[in-house]
């Protein structure tokens, strides 16, 4: 007698757990029930993604570097589960690739981005990157695992907690995702990944007045009104590529602070 | 009496000195009557006008156009053209030496725009000659620098200018902040509409006369002047690629409303809330004079002033002592006279509103000083004021004033220090006053503000990128991180 496989639920990915919606909406999506977030979830998110950040912020970037690496090795052991959620083996591959590129920025960003500034009087004074602090993403439809990967792990490297939208249509690689982020060492909170429709949830993150920043990128050229909530609060609004990679994709979700302090003996 | 004795005898404080007036010449000014709105290098005759003023004195000053969406129209269809013909593709280091000669002709002119500054602003001579005209002129010598080099401040990528920048100033620092937006705009090759803030026209009028000296191509910069109405046409404009406004935060957010989904890039420079934190280590003389000049300064209409002091309870009445001490040599009065410390309140307006606030603060419990003045009897004047007893719920610790009022509220340990700080939706600048060198930086990396001046205050320069965290806004001004907000990179 064959023997019955036992069958994943797919949920949330809020603070380091795996809750169902609490509006206990399903949509179906690749032949699953996954999880509709709602209106709350996307305030449990934000409230999760708050609270995790200044610990994040405050790690070393040697740290954060190392952490984000140990991301790329649990996303390496389980290709063969990834490709069969997105379009194949090459495209995890690229994936696990962006992530080490990134991973190696984290220590290297403040010396690109910032630096001393010869102002003419006698005072040191220098230009430091910090994060904007929580990053709103909606992650496009396709690819479905690259292009999270693409949108997620910028904010992430600069120091920022992320509330990420997963792909509508195909949300199953952003939920295995979850669970290689749930095994390597990024602290809880700091990555929270919601499935459900994003013409519900974009309006509710481009409007929470506890979100810095939000990558459009999954809207696609139907982002006015979001644009409009999104002022709000004063919102930096990025309109991410769902394939790009560089350091500027980085310093979108980044703050420059400047510190002057006189120079005497 | 020698003069030992004599210096032991002199009281701590003078407060009955009194000073001959020494004003600064107005004749170095000559003003037209009448001005048009500056478009393709010519001044065209505006349909409306409106009565600019001194607020030290109410006397009309002259009369300027009141921009209508025509006049706009006729400005960005310049700026259009200019970019088109030549402009854009103009070598580097051609549109550098048109912003060194912009550079070199303010600084010859300079007591000239300092005294209209103070003419029709209200801001004390002393700052409008030593502050605002140098770093005007610093600021184009800079950028004009950055021109030819674009390619080396973002290695990797390729810089191309943006096309119409749409430019919207305030009134606080009228030429300095019209030197803020120009300078990197034109640096990165593009062509620029500016708005002057309605109250304070003049010196951008004037400006225009440096740019005919400077023999800049017609249509490069076009200035049209009027209300919020002129500026929100040309927000509104089809014909712009980029919108850069300085002022409050309610105008901000409307303008980011506007541009919502039109592609337009956009940089926000808003209000703030900074607080001014004083340890009881710190050199207090020299931290009492920081905390005057970080909300004297410019009769406070500084969107970076510290207009919260936080002290620490164990030095907070010494401090407020001397504090208080230090008010009362503050000198009011006439923005020409080279004594004055304090000028006049910019408009009618703004008098009303800081009036308006300081009546809640009372209101809402919070002890009020000022020290004995007096004010003249026409123009606009509010005295420098401290308000002591302030719970941060009260409003005068949470909405910017925008005028010389301090609200004063303690901590006890560094946390609470940051966490006081950061209270507010603003995060435009900071303060720190002590004499540790690893608490400066502890707090310097947890104050979320764009600007964090230790053991200074109210420091500026073209080199210094400045810009808000929060609702202060988005995009840096000045510095490397200047040029961006005036680029595309192409693929």
Avoid at chain 1, 7 to 35: C, D, H, M, W
Avoid at chain 2, 83 to 97: I, Q, V
Avoid at chain 2, 368 to 378: V, W
Avoid at chain 2, 420 to 426: G, M, V, W
Wanted: proline share 6%.
């Amino acid at each position: 007698m064959s023997r019955l496989p036992v069958k994943k639920t797919y949920k949330l990915f809020i603070g380091g757990a795996f809750p169902r919606s609490e509006s206990g909406r399903t949509l179906e999506a690749e032949g699953q029930n996954v999880a509709r977030g709602s209106r709350k979830d996307v305030r449990d998110a934000v409230k999760a993604a708050r609270a995790a950040q200044p610990g994040w912020g405050a790690a070393t970037a040697y740290n954060r570097g190392q952490v984000l690496y140990r991301l790329a090795e649990m996303v390496e052991s389980r290709v063969p589960e990834f490709a069969e959620l997105c379009t194949g083996r090459t495209e995890v591959e690229r994936a696990i690739d962006r992530i080490v590129w990134y991973a190696g920025w984290a220590d290297k960003l403040p010396q690109v981005l910032g630096g001393s500034n010869p102002v003419a009087g006698p005072y040191f004074n220098f230009t430091v990157p910090e994060p904007t602090g929580v990053v709103a993403v909606l992650a496009p439809d396709e690819p479905p695992l690259l292009g999270l990967v693409t949108r997620l792990v910028p904010p992430l490297v600069g120091g920022n907690a992320v509330v990420a939208v997963a792909s509508e249509t195909r949300p199953l690689a952003a939920i295995e995702l979850a669970e290689a982020i749930a095994t390597s060492d990024v602290p809880d909170g700091v990555v929270n990944l919601l499935t459900g429709l994003r013409s519900e949830l974009g309006p509710v993150l481009a409007s929470h007045m506890d979100v810095n920043a939000i990558d459009l990128c999954g809207a696609g050229g139907d982002s006015a009104e979001l644009e409009r909530a999104a002022a709000d609060n004063v919102k930096r609004v990025v309109h991410g590529r769902a394939d790009a990679q560089s350091p500027w994709e980085i310093s979108s979700f980044l703050e420059l602070k400047t510190v002057w302090h006189p120079v005497g003996r | 009496m020698t003069d030992i004795e004599r210096k032991r005898d002199r009281t701590a404080v003078p407060t009955d000195w009194t000073y001959a007036p020494a004003p600064e010449s107005r004749d170095l000014v000559r003003l037209r009557e009448r001005y048009g709105h500056f478009v393709g290098g010519g001044w065209i005759e505006p349909a409306d006008t409106y009565a600019t003023i001194s607020p030290s004195t109410e006397e009309t000053l002259a009369t300027v156009g009141q921009g209508t969406a025509e006049d706009v129209d006729r400005a960005v269809a310049a700026a259009r053209a200019a970019f088109a013909n030549g402009w854009s593709s103009l070598p580097g280091s051609e549109r550098a030496k048109y912003l060194f000669r912009i550079a070199r002709l303010l600084q010859e002119r300079s007591r000239e725009f300092a005294v209209l500054e103070s003419l029709n602003g209200g801001k004390p001579i002393k700052e409008s000659r030593d502050v605002d005209l140098p770093l005007a002129a610093a600021h184009f010598f800079y950028y004009a620098g950055w021109a030819d080099k674009l390619e080396y401040a973002f290695p990797n990528r390729r810089p191309a200018p943006l096309g119409v920048a749409a430019q919207i100033i305030p009134w606080n620092f009228p030429l300095l902040m019209l030197a803020w937006k120009l300078a990197p705009a034109l640096a990165c090759g593009n062509t620029v509409v500016l708005k002057p803030a309605e109250t304070t026209p003049l010196t951008a009028l004037l400006f225009c006369d440096v740019l005919r000296q400077a023999e800049l191509p017609p249509g490069v910069v076009n200035v049209v002047t009027g209300d919020g109405r002129t500026g929100a046409a040309l927000v509104e404009h089809d014909g712009i690629d980029k919108v850069a406004f300085t002022g409050s935060t309610e105008v901000g957010k409307s303008i980011q409303r506007q541009l919502a989904g039109t592609g337009k890039k956009l940089t926000l420079e808003l209000g703030g809330k900074a607080a001014n934190i004083v340890f009881d280590d710190c050199a207090l003389d020299q931290a009492v004079e920081g905390i005057v000049n970080g909300i004297y300064f410019n009769q406070g209409h500084v969107c970076c002033a510290g207009s919260r002091l936080l002290a620490q309870e164990s030095i907070h009445e010494p401090l407020v002592e001397k504090l208080k001490k230090r008010l009362e040599t503050l000198r009011v009065g006439d923005p020409l006279d080279k004594n004055t410390d304090v000028g006049a309140i910019n408009s009618k307006l703004q008098l009303e509103r800081i009036t308006e606030l300081v009546e809640a603060g009372k209101e809402e419990g919070a002890e009020i000083f000022q020290p004995p003045c007096r004010l003249p009897e026409k123009g606009y004047w509010f005295a420098p004021t401290v308000f002591t007893n302030v719970a941060q719920s009260y409003r005068i610790a949470q909405e910017e004033i925008f005028g010389p009022v301090l609200s004063v509220l303690t901590f006890r340990t560094p946390e609470e220090a940051v966490e006081k700080a950061n209270n507010t939706p603003y995060g435009l600048s900071a303060g720190v006053w002590t004499e540790k060198g690893s608490r400066i930086l502890w707090m310097a990396q947890r104050l979320r503000a764009g600007v964090v001046w230790a053991n200074t205050f109210n420091r500026f320069d073209p080199a210094s990128p400045f810009g808000g965290y929060k609702e202060s806004g988005f995009g840096r001004e000045g510095g490397l991180h200047g040029l961006e907000p005036y680029l595309r990179f192409e693929e």
